[in-house]
Structure formats: C-alpha cells, structure tokens
C-alpha cells in the first residue's frame, strides 16, 4: 500500500490509503524517454506521479539543489532538462524573478502545471517565455492519482482529462470522477464517494464536450451576501491590472455581508500601495461584478503569495 496525505489548504490533511498494485498498473504502458526536473514533493501525488514516470521509461530525473526559481533554473540549464513539472504560483513567482533570462532554457520540451487554477494571464506569459515549448495542464488528485490530460492549445485553459481506466461526469456544476486506480478510503475522514462509486472532486468546472475549464475549489469560495466568488475568477483580473505582477485572493469576514473579498498583490515595481488600491479596484470594477471587486488590496512580497508546496496562499475565511 501507499499512504499519501492531502495538503491541508482546507482544513485537516486527510490520509489517502491507496492499493500499490492498483495504482502502479498505468506506469505498465511505455511513455516518452526524457530528462524530467524533479519540482514536485514526493508526498504530493504529482511528484510521486513524476518519479514513477521517470522510472518507468527509463529516464532521467534530476533534483534541484532547492526549490527556488534561480536554483531551479540553474538545473534546468545545466542538466538540460526537458520536462518542468510545477505548480502555477512557482511558474508565475520564476517569471516575475527574471531567473528564465539568465539561463539557457532552450533545453525544455515541456511545461507541466496543475495542483491549482492557472491565471489566464500567467499562461499567457509563460507561452510568451516559451514559445517553443508545449505548455500542458495536468489533472491529479491525492484520492486517485494523475490521468492523462491534453491541453486544446499552449494558451488554453480547456483541458481534455481521463483516459483508459477514468471516466467524468458533472453534477451541479461539480466534477465527478471514477477511477480503477482510486484509493480505497481515508483513514482519517469519510468516505467522498458516491453510493454508485463515483469521487466527489470538490472542483466547480465548465464543460465544451470532452473538455472542461476548472473554476476552483468549493472550499475556497467567498460567500458575499449569499452570492459566490471564485478567487481564481477575481485573481485573473487582478493580475491584468498594470503594474500587478501575481496576485491571491480570499475572503475575510464582515458584520454585514459576511465575507468581503481582499486581495493581495505582488509588484513587477516599486509603488506606492494607496496607487496600486486604486487603480487594481478601478480595473475591476470594469470588468466584474460590484460584489467581487476586492474591498482592500494589500501589497506584499510575491513570497508571501506562495505556500511550501508552492501553491497559491490563499487566507480563507470562517
């Protein structure tokens, strides 16, 4: 067996007791032989997913000296590696750190993302960054490993996800997901599966046939006076704002409304924060709805924007 934990963004970290044999089966199909960077923890399953990958075919796996975009890029330059599997934020936090221009990065063949809701804009930037290089969203979950995925372009966030032994539904908006290679359960937590087998992903999608676009987590929605706000809805506006160079959004709460939605913003330059509240609120009040223009934008380092699984940080509310 394999015991692989959550990461806890939402509350407890829940125990995921997966079947070895069960989970093992897809790495059975010969894939790609190529020179993968090793990002991702191996307690995540997308990093152990990389590594078996890796393994599998024969390939070579190189380990950054650490988790930073300067040292992740020296590896890539100096390994010539081919494969960058990492989360947007970390993608987003390499761009703004100008480490991608002092390397040679002509080696990569392909970025991977997922583990979170990629920025429209951030996407736009990395296709910018890499117009060479095949840009592919990736679709795991601790509960049931990592499926085949196929992005419809490099700046699209519509993606194709299951393949042999998965099959998808929607539900109320909800994805749903059946998979040979399922946990058995939890150890510390109920059961999230349907009475006919199905996983409740907890993922609000759109769909266009066999393809779907992510919306966010029902975990991480804000509830302002009864109406529901996606932070990555509001964060890919924020981030179109001049001068914003990443953004997170959450919710805090509030006497009359019960959450008001906030904003934090990291800077590609120095500015004077009352400036940046301005003209970031400004922005979205052409483009969203009253109730999700954020109530305060606050300026702070793009670390702070980032977790130690180099997710998005996002501070939800009660």
Same mark, same amino acid.
């Given at each position: 067996g394999l015991l692989l934990f959550t990461s806890g963004s939402s509350g407890e970290p829940r125990a995921a007791l997966h079947d070895g044999e069960r *989970? =093992? #089966?897809? +790495?059975?199909?010969?894939?790609?032989?190529?020179?993968? *960077?090793?990002? *991702? =923890?191996?307690? !995540? $399953? &997308?990093?152990?997913? #990389?590594? *078996?990958?890796?393994?599998?075919?024969?390939?070579?796996?190189? $380990?950054?000296?650490?988790?930073?975009?300067?040292? %992740?890029?020296?590896?890539?330059?100096r390994h010539r590696a081919e494969v960058l599997p990492a989360a947007p934020s970390f993608l987003g936090l390499m761009l703004l750190s100008g480490a991608v221009a002092r390397h040679d990065l002509s080696s990569l063949r392909y970025v991977t993302y997922g583990a979170e809701v990629m920025p429209q804009r951030t996407l736009e930037r990395l296709h910018a960054a890499f117009p060479g290089v095949t840009l592919l969203q990736k679709y795991g979950l601790t509960e049931l490993g990592t499926m085949r995925s196929h992005s419809s372009a490099n700046d699209s966030l519509w993606v194709k996800i299951g393949g042999e032994g998965f099959a998808t539904r929607v539900v109320d908006g909800l994805l749903e997901i059946r998979a040979a290679s399922s946990m058995l359960g939890y150890l510390n937590?109920?059961?999230?599966? #349907?009475?006919?087998?199905?996983?409740? #992903?907890?993922?609000? $999608?759109?769909?266009? &046939?066999? +393809?779907?676009?992510?919306?966010?987590?029902?975990?991480?929605?804000?509830?302002?006076? &009864?109406?529901?706000v996606y932070p990555a809805e509001v964060e890919a506006v924020v981030a179109e704002a001049e001068n914003v160079a990443e953004a997170a959004v959450s919710g805090e709460p509030h006497p009359f409304t019960g959450a008001?939605?906030?904003?934090?913003v990291a800077l590609e330059r120095d500015e004077?924060?009352?400036?940046?509240?301005?003209? $970031?609120?400004? !922005?979205?009040?052409?483009?969203?709805?009253? +109730?999700?223009?954020?109530?305060?934008?606050?300026? %702070?380092?793009?670390?702070? =924007?980032?977790?130690?699984?180099?997710?998005?940080?996002?501070?939800t509310s009660p």
């Open positions: *989970l =093992l #089966t897809k +790495y059975r199909t010969p894939r790609r032989r190529l020179r993968t *960077l090793l990002f *991702l =923890l191996f307690d !995540h $399953v &997308g990093g152990f997913d #990389t590594l *078996l990958q890796a393994l599998a075919n024969a390939g070579a796996v190189i $380990v950054p000296e650490a988790r930073d975009p300067e040292s %992740v890029c020296a590896a890539i330059e937590a109920p059961s999230p599966f #349907t009475e006919d087998g199905w996983f409740m #992903t907890g993922d609000a $999608v759109e769909q266009d &046939g066999e +393809y779907f676009r992510i919306l966010g987590r029902v975990s991480d929605l804000i509830n302002v006076a &009864g109406r529901k008001i939605v906030v904003a934090r004077d924060p009352r400036e940046v509240e301005r003209r $970031v609120r400004e !922005h979205c009040r052409g483009r969203l709805a009253p +109730y999700m223009v954020p109530a305060r934008v606050e300026v %702070v380092p793009a670390q702070e =924007l980032v977790t130690a699984r180099d997710k998005k940080a996002r501070r």
